[in-house]
């Protein structure tokens, strides 16, 4: 699987050069095609104003499925563009999205997309493996996971208001921890 990650147009963002969505899905979908046999785009463009994932995906058909977000859409089957699959699982964890794809050997031959309700969740039952996985990770790591390994006295809003308006306490520290990877 091959990933092509796109955002929406920043303004006042210092040292930051953003292209042309449709010709930098072009150029990343061409190079990956080769490569893979499923290509997905996670998008934060969304289904409104002038560059939409529809567009995306009528002008650069290459891409399987498009994960996308930005206007909150809750898309319950996804939708298709061409051949590709558009989906979209509203906001604020009201769903969780759930993409399926059938390859056979390397070529796709079913893709679906659903959502589920969060308060359908707590009658979902993980698999087998799943359990498996995650209770090796809790058995190996759950000491660790366990232990703070921070603490601030400093209120750390994360309240959209601000966020979105203006630098925050939140928004420093997260850049931090990225950039010190």
Same mark, same amino acid.
């Given at each position: 699987?091959?990933?092509?990650?796109?955002?929406?147009?920043?303004?006042?963002?210092?040292?930051?050069? &953003?292209?042309?969505?449709?010709?930098?899905?072009?150029?990343?979908?061409?190079?990956?095609?080769?490569?893979?046999?499923?290509?997905?785009?996670?998008?934060?463009?969304?289904?409104?104003?002038?560059?939409?994932?529809?567009?995306?995906?009528?002008?650069?058909?290459?891409?399987?499925? &498009?994960?996308?977000?930005?206007?909150?859409?809750?898309?319950?089957?996804?939708?298709?563009?061409?051949?590709?699959?558009?989906?979209?699982?509203?906001?604020f964890s009201d769903y969780i999205g759930r993409i399926e794809i059938e390859l056979d050997d390397t070529?796709?031959?079913?893709?679906?997309?659903?959502?589920?309700?969060?308060?359908?969740?707590?009658?979902?039952q993980p698999d087998a493996q799943t359990q498996a996985a995650v209770s090796s990770l809790v058995s190996?790591?759950?000491?660790?996971?366990?232990?703070?390994?921070?603490?601030?006295?400093?209120?750390?809003?994360?309240?959209?208001?601000?966020?979105?308006?203006?630098?925050?306490?939140?928004?420093?520290?997260?850049?931090?921890?990225?950039?010190?990877?």
């Amino acid at each position: 699987m091959g990933l092509v990650g796109l955002t929406t147009s920043v303004t006042g963002a210092d040292n930051l050069t &953003i292209t042309d969505q449709i010709a930098a899905s072009r150029r990343l979908v061409a190079q990956l095609k080769p490569q893979v046999d499923v290509v997905v785009g996670l998008m934060h463009v969304g289904d409104s104003g002038n560059m939409t994932t529809t567009r995306i995906a009528t002008e650069v058909p290459d891409f399987d499925v &498009i994960v996308d977000g930005h206007s909150h859409t809750a898309l319950p089957n996804g939708t298709k563009v061409g051949k590709t699959l558009i989906t979209q699982a509203g906001s604020f964890s009201d769903y969780i999205g759930r993409i399926e794809i059938e390859l056979d050997d390397t070529k796709i031959v079913a893709k679906t997309a659903s959502l589920k309700n969060k308060a359908d969740l707590s009658q979902l039952q993980p698999d087998a493996q799943t359990q498996a996985a995650v209770s090796s990770l809790v058995s190996n790591y759950g000491v660790d996971l366990g232990q703070v390994i921070g603490h601030t006295t400093y209120p750390l809003s994360g309240e959209r208001e601000h966020l979105r308006t203006k630098e925050t306490l939140l928004g420093n520290m997260l850049t931090d921890a990225v950039k010190s990877e």
